[in-house]
């Protein structure tokens, strides 16, 4: 078990069965995701959630993106763990917020049509990466060698 804290606060939440989207980060006293720290084990890690699939057997891979992720939100809301959280999402001003991303050093924005159901492959999406971000240097290289390790 790679992450047995967090495995043990969303086996918790109030569902039998679900599939949640989402990406597991470390985050540091302003929020921001701290790949080293997850990386390393360093610190307790959050699932971070961006889309809802499924559901005690109700199956949302066909809804609109907007639709899944206004469920989403409500159960995030109701399901009250500290360790779940929502990804928020902006219908317009892409740009600005891409520039806002960068300016703060953040890795970058998946950009996602809002009436668009789920598909699994990645050309349903488009990550738009930060190429300053500090934290995108040496990656590759911890990686390798974590790898290694197995």
């Known amino acids: 078990m790679k992450f047995p804290s967090l495995v043990t606060a969303l086996a ?29 084990r360093k610190a307790e890690p959050v699932f971070y959630v961006f889309d809802f699939l499924w559901l005690g057997g109700a199956d949302f891979r066909e809804l609109p993106l907007i639709e899944r992720k206004h469920r989403l939100a409500q159960f995030v809301e109701t399901a ?42 990645r050309s349903a999406w488009l990550k738009i990466k930060n190429r300053s971000y500090s934290q995108a240097e040496g990656r590759h290289e911890l990686l390798t060698k974590r790898q290694g390790k197995r």
């Open 80 to 121: 009250s763990c500290p360790r779940l959280l929502y990804a928020q999402h902006i219908e317009a001003n892409g740009k600005k917020l891409f520039r806002e991303i960068c300016s703060r050093d953040l890795e970058g924005i998946v950009a996602k049509r809002s009436r668009s159901n789920y598909r699994a492959s």
């Open 12 to 40: 918790k939440l109030p569902a039998a069965s679900a599939i949640l989207d989402g990406e597991i980060v470390c985050l540091n006293d302003h929020g921001v995701s701290q790949f080293n720290q997850l990386l390393g």
